[in-house]
């Protein structure tokens, strides 16, 4: 007998809204995912901490650890902590670089993972994926999804706006990169989990074609839910493909080639998708794009967050290499040097200043 269905692997619990970190402690008995209040909970030195004296009387039995950073040593020092006690499960309380930690850790010591976001930079608050910077730079460690997804929107809107412009440029990055997926089906038979394309596609177009902005509480509940979905779109597909393509390329490789210069993720993704798409010859969507990232104060040229044309055009050229054998629009065309500032300077014409 044929499977006719599949299992999503989805978070239990996602709660978004004003004021749902408050309810966090009867959210985890109610759903039974912490009867006990037995909880570790990872926050860093920044907003975490500021959130800790609010919310420690509604987590009771709760442990506390203040992570330091992002990097593997931390989410293996916070494995090792939280290892002697006994858990029901680690809620991640902070940015993107504590979830990540906590992420890694729940899955080194086997307990769930409950993802507490304190602003909405990327999508890596529900995927099942840890960015972890190491002795080699930076690694990707795949993780199981959060067993629960907590974001108060009330919280979110006391961050620094520039953490969820970011966002913004991450989860509209959705769309080019399934353009890339799809080229890829089309050239070299690359499979694609229509599932997975699907709902990546739809997070980024619903960011992308909503009136409004993050001063509105209806836009920052499209986005947190965005960002949430592209997040299980990876689960669903087994790997990034559905969020990641030469956008995420030319991020890296702003990344790798100038790690102390580089822009927030999110910011770089943007801008790649905008000019991804007009090197795939979509013209009209890629004005439109960098548009609506321009109307939420995101960049679209290299200059905007202080890089020259021709150091743009070295990161596009360097960008392959960062994601060895996959296939986008980058690969496709293989540019040479000269070809890339020409298509830039007429990218640059298309959008307007």
């Known amino acids: 007998m044929p499977v006719l269905t599949r299992l999503i692997p989805s978070p239990v619990v996602v709660d978004?809204?004003?004021g749902a970190l408050d309810d966090l402690g009867s959210v985890l008995a109610d759903e039974r995912i912490s009867h006990s209040g037995k909880l570790a909970v990872a926050v860093s030195g920044g907003s975490g901490a500021r959130l800790r004296e609010r919310i420690r009387p509604a987590l009771p039995g709760a442990s506390w650890y203040e992570v330091g950073g992002g990097t593997l040593d931390d989410a293996v020092r916070l494995a090792t902590d939280i290892r002697a006690g006994h858990y029901d499960a680690v809620v991640g309380l902070g940015g993107g670089k504590i979830i990540d930690c906590a992420k890694f850790a729940a899955a080194r010591v086997g307990l769930p993972l409950v993802a507490v976001p304190t602003n909405l930079a990327h999508d890596g608050?529900?995927?099942?994926?840890?960015?972890?910077?190491?002795?080699a730079g930076r690694g990707s460690y795949g993780v199981p999804n959060p067993i629960a997804v907590v974001i108060d929107l009330d919280v979110i809107r006391e961050t620094p706006v520039r953490f969820v412009r970011a966002g913004i440029g991450d989860a509209v990055s959705n769309i080019s990169a399934i353009a890339d997926w799809e080229l890829a089906h089309r050239v070299n038979g690359e499979k694609i989990d229509g599932l997975a394309a699907a709902i990546a596609r739809q997070a980024g177009e619903a960011v992308l074609r909503h009136p409004g902005t993050i001063a509105d509480?209806?836009?920052l509940q499209?986005?947190?839910e965005a960002l949430v979905l592209s997040g299980i779109a990876m689960s669903v597909s087994g790997d990034t493909r559905p969020s990641s393509g030469a956008c995420h390329e030319i991020n890296h490789a702003f990344d790798l080639l100038y790690p102390r210069r580089a822009a927030a993720h999110g910011e770089q993704c943007g801008l790649g998708a905008a000019f991804a798409m007009y090197l795939r010859g979509a013209h009209e969507e890629s004005a439109y794009?960098?548009?609506?990232?321009?109307?939420h104060g995101l960049p679209v040229l290299p200059e905007e967050i202080g890089f020259t044309p021709e150091e743009f055009v070295g990161v596009v050229e360097f960008a392959p290499q960062t994601r060895p054998?996959?296939?986008?629009i980058l690969e496709h065309l293989d540019l040479t040097t000269d070809q890339i500032k020409d298509i830039y300077a007429d990218y640059v014409k298309a959008i307007g200043s």
């Not at 608050?125 to 002795?135: H, K, R």
């Not at 054998?325 to 986008?328: I, L």
């Open 125 to 135: 608050l529900c995927s099942p994926v840890a960015t972890l910077d190491n002795d």
């Open 217 to 219: 509480t209806a836009f």
């Open 325 to 328: 054998g996959r296939y986008t």
């Open 16 to 18: 978004i809204r004003p």
């Open 222 to 224: 499209v986005l947190a």
């Open 289 to 295: 794009m960098a548009g609506v990232l321009r109307r």
